[in-house]
């Protein structure tokens, strides 16, 4: 069975530049999958970011951006602000008719 | 505005039933495919079951096939989730969200709890 992979953390300083990615244990991402991002702070519901691989959502800021590097999806954060520090889960559409998503990855803002 | 509303969470004990339910409201609904997502506790987001726009089309993780039943009612704006041998397991946040062009999820219910323990 595939899994979607996400780095368990990472961490970024005020202000930088943070890439977060998406993956399979068998085989590529592509923009087939449709890959979405989302993110969430504790005890509140997932808010999405990303759709179609690139595209924001509705009142996201332009520092979040989505992209497809090398065999795996992407979420760019640039300019890292404190708020910012939260779970990111990304989603996957299969062939088989399944949605994925990723274990999620834990960003810190420091 | 787009809004999803769930219901029907609660404490049950293993091997019992409960039944979410969603409400949908400022959309087209009979257009949309609908999902249940849950979050158990300390952990990531997990696709429960997901129902097209006609319900004609259904598919379920395997950690509930067979447990677990969902429909929906496009006449009242509702999809259903009925967990039947509910497992300690089962323990999470369920999430109701709207599906958008088979791509992505957008928006996302405020979740309901389930809580399985004796």
């Known amino acids: 069975q595939t899994v979607v992979t996400q780095e368990p953390s990472s961490s970024v300083p005020p202000g930088g530049t943070v890439t977060l990615t998406c993956g399979l244990t068998s085989g590529s991402v592509s923009t087939t999958n449709y890959p979405s991002w989302y993110q969430q702070t504790p005890g509140q519901a997932p808010r999405t970011l990303i759709y179609?691989?690139?595209s924001r959502s509705s009142g996201v800021p332009d520092r979040f951006s989505g992209s497809i590097l090398g065999n795996r999806a992407a979420l760019t954060i640039t300019g890292a602000q404190a708020d910012d520090e939260s779970d990111y889960y990304c989603?996957?559409?299969?062939?088989?008719?399944?949605?994925?998503f990723g274990g999620g990855t834990k960003l810190t803002v420091l | 505005q787009v809004q999803l509303v769930e219901s029907g969470g609660g404490v049950v004990q293993p091997g019992r039933s409960l039944r979410l339910s969603c409400a949908a409201s400022g959309f087209t609904f009979n257009t949309h495919t609908m999902h249940w997502v849950r979050q158990a506790p300390g952990r990531g987001l997990e696709s429960v079951a997901y129902?097209?726009?006609?319900?004609?089309?259904?598919y379920y993780a395997d950690s509930v096939k067979g447990r677990f039943t969902i429909s929906r009612d496009n006449s009242k704006n509702t999809v259903d989730l009925q967990m039947n041998s509910l497992r300690p397991e089962d323990t999470a946040v369920y999430y109701c969200?709207?599906?958008?062009?088979?791509?992505?999820?957008?928006?996302w219910g405020q979740g309901t709890l389930v809580t399985v323990s004796s």
């Open positions: 129902i097209s726009s006609d319900g004609s089309r259904i």
């Open positions: 989603l996957l559409y299969m062939s088989s008719g399944s949605v994925v």
């Open positions: 179609r691989t690139n």
């Open positions: 969200t709207r599906d958008r062009s088979n791509c992505w999820f957008d928006p």
